[in-house]
């Protein structure tokens, strides 16, 4: 869907678009790149759960209670102008406004490495914050990824609202069981999500949660306060879904596509 509002923007045909949605069931997305060696298809099938690879970068993300965003529009739409770092910075500014309004003590990290500047292997993109991603306490919470196409810029990130995040963990290959749960333990060490954040400390047994509706609603006024912008609220057109439907059988659910080496 996002790929098809992408070309649909291309031709003048739509205009640039936030996407907010959820996953079901929960589907494991790989980095454009990254091999299908690394997922354990045997254990992601026992789960139930899917397999995508997306047209953005970065390892592998569990999309499972969370709230996933995509930003679509032109290279030429100044707030999508420039580098990669330049167009992701701005991004990363309504990211951070609407954290603050969910009361999350976040900030952005900074010039910091890739995940392929540690020593161990490493399939999970939650692992390591790159450069201007969303943290708290050090911590990756917002996961994001661009690509710019000679379509436009689509950028996908990822929010997650509460769960175990080391279930990634449990799809993906591992030379062994203690180096499964050595990833698990370094994951929750980088990476956290919005219920940890807000529940450290808190005694009640109920705890406290963001719901989905109330997140959507906190990145929709992060990014029109802290990019000067005003959202129409929209469906996709019969052609957009047409387009999409297309991509899914000649691309998405192809294995040539998905289970690139």
């Known amino acids: 869907m996002d790929e098809s509002i992408l070309e649909h923007i291309h031709r003048g045909e739509s205009i640039s678009t936030l996407r907010l949605y959820s996953w079901n069931p929960p589907c494991l997305s790989l980095g454009h790149a990254q091999s299908f060696k ?18 953005t970068g970065g390892r592998a993300i569990l999309h499972t209670d969370e709230l996933t965003y995509s930003v679509t529009g032109s290279a030429d739409e100044p707030i999508l102008a420039g580098g990669v770092l330049e167009s992701y910075n701005r991004l990363a500014q309504a990211l951070l406004y609407a954290a603050h309004e969910l009361g999350l ?7 910091v490495g890739h995940a392929t500047s540690v020593t161990y292997p490493n399939p999970v993109c939650f692992e ?3 450069t201007y991603e969303i943290t708290v306490d050090g911590k990756k919470l917002i996961g994001s990824a661009q690509a710019r196409k000679k379509e436009g810029v689509l950028q996908h990130g990822s929010l997650p609202l509460t769960g175990n995040l080391t279930r990634i963990c449990d799809a993906l290959i591992f030379e062994d069981e203690a180096a499964r749960q050595a990833a698990k333990e370094r994951l929750l060490i980088r990476a956290t999500t919005i219920s940890t954040v807000l529940n450290a400390g808190v005694e009640s047994a109920l705890g406290v949660e963001i719901s989905w509706e109330r997140a959507a609603q906190a990145l929709i006024r992060g990014f029109e306060a802290q990019l000067g912008i005003q959202f129409e609220r929209g469906e996709m057109s019969a052609s957009e879904i047409q387009r999409a439907e297309e991509l899914v059988k000649e691309k998405y659910a192809h294995p ?3 289970e690139r080496i």
């Open 128 to 130: 390591v914050p790159s």
């Open 256 to 258: 040539s596509w998905t």
């Open 38 to 55: 690394d997922v354990d298809v045997e254990r992601l099938h026992a789960q139930g759960w899917d397999v995508v690879r997306r047209v």
């Open 105 to 111: 003590p976040v900030e952005i990290k900074e010039e």
